[in-house]
């Protein structure tokens, strides 16, 4: 089992910068492919990016060049520095935990969220 926390949300204009944390139980954080996703109100959960237990990374279109993931296994933390923010990143978003990176939402195991708003 693991639990995660996500913590670092919240107001923000047009055109800053946050960074989102998620840290997680457990021993084998290491051994976990992590995700962060996003929900907007009246949208679905989307894919945000993506870290293997290799450090492999993956972006949606909409955040390359703006957002990065890292981890930190000695920390079991996952981060997302959110960079050049606008209106449209404005949601609840999510870190995932899962024995394979996915696109998808298929993951194991998932925080309660932090809200983020982009105010133009």
């Known amino acids: 089992q693991v639990q995660l926390v996500e913590s670092g949300g919240g107001w923000v204009q047009a055109g800053g910068s946050l960074r989102l944390s998620c840290a997680a139980s457990?021993?084998?954080?290491?051994?976990?492919?992590m995700g962060w996703f996003r929900q907007a109100p009246g949208k679905e959960r989307e894919f945000v990016a993506a870290?293997?237990?290799?450090?492999?990374?993956y972006y949606a279109d909409s955040v390359k060049g703006r957002f990065t993931i890292s981890r930190n296994n000695a920390r079991n933390t996952v981060y997302l520095q959110m960079n050049s923010l606008n209106p449209e990143d404005t949601a609840v978003y999510y870190c995932?935990?899962?024995?394979?990176?996915?696109?998808?939402?298929?993951?194991?195991?998932w925080g309660q969220g932090t809200q983020v708003t982009v105010s133009s």
């Open positions: 870290i293997n237990w290799d450090s492999r990374t």
């Open positions: 457990g021993r084998t954080f290491n051994r976990y492919a």
């Open positions: 995932a935990a899962g024995q394979v990176m996915l696109l998808t939402t298929g993951y194991d195991y």
